[in-house]
């Protein structure tokens, strides 16, 4: 009868809310393999684009997992073996490819090591997910680049050249140093913004609209010279990251833990992408 009950319930249908996420993480899974393809065929705008796009996709699979209270531990697993694909390796072997190769085993060494990184950075990831000891506030962080983010700062080099030309940009000198620093970064200690817990007051809703109006022109009209401006912005932003977050650690630790906990507990836990 057990053995029954069991299998009822093996065989019961999912509902959409549990499948939606796991579908966008395949799909994420997708657009990175995709990329490598259209790497190998010297489509090298294609390839970046696909990438990109595998980030997008990856930063709205797990909100859509909150949204509709899907959240699994199989989709979890699932989006670490993606995010390993489309973040670790589609854009390593797309840089090689690209450049990397005519620097020997040198250029294979940058692409082995950005790989082994993430995969680093990932793991670290989950496990610090289950730290009791974790304030609040430090969600707002993440510690050193996140996955999809060294991804496409990787492919930075080729959004350039794409726009201004690839004469000084398509060249080991310049990838090499750059994929083996943001490979450092992966698996630094660094903080830097998460941007989970952004908020736009009230009177800002307009100016921001605009904003993002005016963003999605230029991205319409010079797609690689806005993507890239957004990169280095991001860049930026590492520099009051450090600063925010020594200025909340050590708030934290003078007051016992106890003030800034109480005080992100207002808000609902989110978890944050990798």
């Excluded at 393809?37 to 705008?45: I, K, L, S, T, V």
């Excluded at 304030?135 to 996955?147: K, M």
Aim: net charge positive; aromatic share 10%; hydrophobic share 50%.
């Amino acid at each position: 009868m057990e053995k029954k009950r069991r299998l009822r319930r093996h065989l019961r249908p999912l509902p959409l809310n549990t499948l939606a996420p796991n579908i966008l993480t395949v799909l994420a899974l997708c657009f990175g393999l995709t990329a490598f393809r259209f790497a190998q065929q010297d489509r090298w705008e294609l390839a970046v684009a696909f990438i990109l796009m595998a980030g997008v996709l990856d930063g709205l699979d797990g909100r859509l997992a909150r949204l509709l209270k899907g959240a699994s531990k199989f989709g979890a697993e699932l989006d670490s073996l993606s995010d390993m694909v489309c973040f670790g390796v589609a854009p390593a072997l797309t840089l090689y490819l690209w450049t990397l190769q005519t620097a020997g085993g040198v250029g294979w060494i940058a692409v082995l090591a950005f790989a082994v990184c993430m995969g680093l950075r990932l793991a670290r990831f989950n496990t610090a997910l289950d730290d009791p000891d974790r304030p609040a506030w430090a969600s707002n962080f993440f510690t050193g680049l996140s996955a999809p983010v060294s991804a496409a700062l990787a492919v930075l080099p080729m959004a350039l050249a794409f726009q201004i030309g690839d004469e000084y940009l398509r060249t080991p000198y310049v990838v090499v140093p750059w994929t083996l620093f943001l490979a450092a970064m992966m698996v630094s200690r660094v903080p830097t913004y998460s941007f989970k817990k952004l908020r736009v007051r009230r009177d800002m809703v307009l100016p921001v609209l605009l904003v993002i109006g005016l963003l999605f022109a230029a991205l319409a009209t010079y797609p690689w010279i806005t993507l890239s401006v957004i990169g280095f912005l991001y860049l930026a932003t590492i520099f009051f990251s450090i600063r925010a977050h020594a200025r909340l650690s050590k708030n934290w630790k003078s007051s016992g833990g106890a003030a800034e906990d109480a005080a992100e507990e207002t808000d609902p836990p989110q978890e944050p992408t990798q």
